[in-house]
């Protein structure tokens, strides 16, 4: 069977990648991993080298027109996180699954700040001095728990939980939105 791809491939690899951009913004991995999977449900002959090689020249595509920016994508997806009360745990995790290399998410992630992102999160969650009423021992560990699960170190939980209700408006107020 023939190794190189079709003209009829590269041009679906093309349209296709045009598609999936012009809608979300993708890492390269993810832009390789969507035109192979879909190649191989696409054409019914195609070699494992056909799909490795339709897939490469999408990703050669979409950086010949300056549509795919790992780097972009890493800081953008992180102010995004942060914005949205995620830790840098969480938000180094999500960027790593979808393949982008550990000096991009790095240096994604020097701009942000836990403790604002866990400001958010205990207001998105009625914590800390964001809470209604006044919690007995069981509330007061589900809510360190919950910091916890979601990256936060038990200092920064802590350290929320001191605070009164206008010092973390204060601060949500002062740090710059990342």
């Given at each position: 069977m023939d190794q190189t791809p079709t003209p009829r491939m590269?041009?679906?690899?093309?349209?296709?990648t045009i598609y999936r951009l012009e809608r979300k913004m993708m890492t390269e991995k993810q832009l390789f991993d969507a035109i192979a999977r879909k190649a191989k449900q696409k054409f019914e002959d195609i070699s494992d080298a056909q799909i490795k090689a339709v897939a490469d020249f999408a990703?050669?595509?979409?950086?010949?027109?300056?549509?795919l920016n790992d780097v972009a994508y890493a800081e953008i997806s992180t102010r995004s996180?942060?914005?949205?009360?995620?830790?840098?745990?969480?938000?180094?995790?999500?960027?790593?699954?979808?393949?982008?290399?550990s000096n991009t998410v790095m240096t994604a992630l020097d701009a942000t700040n836990d403790l604002f992102a866990?400001?958010?999160?205990?207001?998105?969650?009625?914590?800390?001095?964001?809470?209604?009423?006044?919690?007995?021992?069981?509330?007061?560990?589900?809510?360190?728990?919950?910091?916890?699960?979601n990256g936060f170190g038990f200092e920064i939980g802590k350290a929320i939980f001191h605070m009164s209700r206008q010092e973390a408006e204060e601060l949500l107020q002062s740090s710059p939105v990342v």
């Amino acid at each position: 069977m023939d190794q190189t791809p079709t003209p009829r491939m590269l041009a679906w690899a093309r349209n296709s990648t045009i598609y999936r951009l012009e809608r979300k913004m993708m890492t390269e991995k993810q832009l390789f991993d969507a035109i192979a999977r879909k190649a191989k449900q696409k054409f019914e002959d195609i070699s494992d080298a056909q799909i490795k090689a339709v897939a490469d020249f999408a990703v050669q595509f979409a950086y010949d027109q300056n549509a795919l920016n790992d780097v972009a994508y890493a800081e953008i997806s992180t102010r995004s996180a942060v914005r949205s009360g995620k830790s840098r745990k969480a938000i180094g995790y999500k960027l790593a699954s979808k393949g982008i290399d550990s000096n991009t998410v790095m240096t994604a992630l020097d701009a942000t700040n836990d403790l604002f992102a866990a400001i958010i999160f205990a207001r998105k969650r009625g914590f800390g001095p964001f809470r209604r009423d006044e919690p007995d021992e069981k509330r007061k560990a589900k809510e360190l728990s919950a910091f916890a699960r979601n990256g936060f170190g038990f200092e920064i939980g802590k350290a929320i939980f001191h605070m009164s209700r206008q010092e973390a408006e204060e601060l949500l107020q002062s740090s710059p939105v990342v």
